[in-house]
T-cell receptor
Framework: AQSVAQPEDQVNVAEGNPLTVKCTYS??????LFWYVQYPNRGLQFLLK??????LVKGSYGFEAEFNKSQTSFHLKKPSALVSDSALYFC???????????????FGSGTQLTVLP | DTAVSQTPKYLVTQMGNDKSIKCEQN?????MYWYKQDSKKFLKIMFS???????INETVPNRFSPKSPDKAHLNLHINSLELGDSAVYFC?????????????FGPGTRLTVL
């Protein structure tokens, strides 16, 4: 079975500082990994994904994530945080080789990012 | 030009009632999904559906059923509503059934069961 862990419920960072939102995963085979962001009272928006190739993935709004197979991690990063980045962030995974319900996306529990002015 | 839309945005109803939530996507996607987000913001897949396959999360009660009149719509029907059904329900869609493709989410429907 596939799973995702986001160990931090809440991350606070000062505006202008770098931010990291952590994600680790577990799958049987190789993973497809995704990050989504949810602003208050809105649906989820896709930020970036890792499918294959370069371990450093760049996405929307200046975010990037690094795939680390040995550590089974896919941490989300941004060099300089903005107040407008404050939102709920979800990591998600699915196994590349799977069938049935395992082909569905499994989401982490979410991390609330607050960027302080 | 909303990509994935849901109606209604808010739904307040009594226990025991039957209700439906509608979802439409204009992205030309072949696969659609329903998710439930609880009060702790935990997101759980309920169904995924394309014209070939309906995948049901085994934890979803059979009071919940998806209905797809065509490729652009996936409605959610809920029978005999219970207090625990109160949540935000999100519809989503993605290109074909390729699991590497990202999903596009609707704005959500907040269901409150009294």
């Amino acid at each position: 079975a596939q799973s995702v862990a986001q160990p931090e419920d809440q991350v606070n960072v000062a505006e202008g500082n770098p931010l990291t939102v952590k994600c680790t995963y577990s799958v049987s085979g190789n993973p497809y990994l995704f990050w989504y962001v949810q602003y208050p009272n809105r649906g989820l928006q896709f930020l970036l994904k890792y499918i294959t190739g370069d371990n450093l993935v760049k996405g929307s709004y200046g975010f990037e994530a690094e795939f680390n197979k040995s550590q089974t991690s896919f941490h989300l990063k941004k060099p300089s945080a903005l107040v407008s980045d404050s939102a709920l962030y979800f990591c998600a995974v699915r196994d590349q080789i799977s069938s049935g319900s395992a082909r569905q996306l499994t989401f982490g529990s979410g991390t609330q990012l607050t960027v302080l002015p | 030009d909303t990509a994935v839309s849901q109606t209604p945005k808010y739904l307040v109803t009594q226990m025991g009632n039957d209700k439906s939530i509608k979802c439409e996507q204009n992205l030309g996607h072949d696969t659609m999904y329903w998710y439930k987000q609880d009060s702790k913001k935990f997101l759980k897949i309920m169904f995924s559906y394309n014209n070939k396959e309906l995948i049901i999360n085994e934890t979803v009660p059979n009071r919940f059923s998806p209905k797809s009149p065509d490729k652009a719509h996936l409605n959610l029907h809920i029978n005999s509503l219970e207090l625990g059904d109160s949540a935000v329900y999100f519809c989503a869609s993605s290109r074909v059934s390729g699991i590497q493709y990202e999903q596009f989410f609707g704005p959500g429907t907040r269901l409150t069961v009294l």
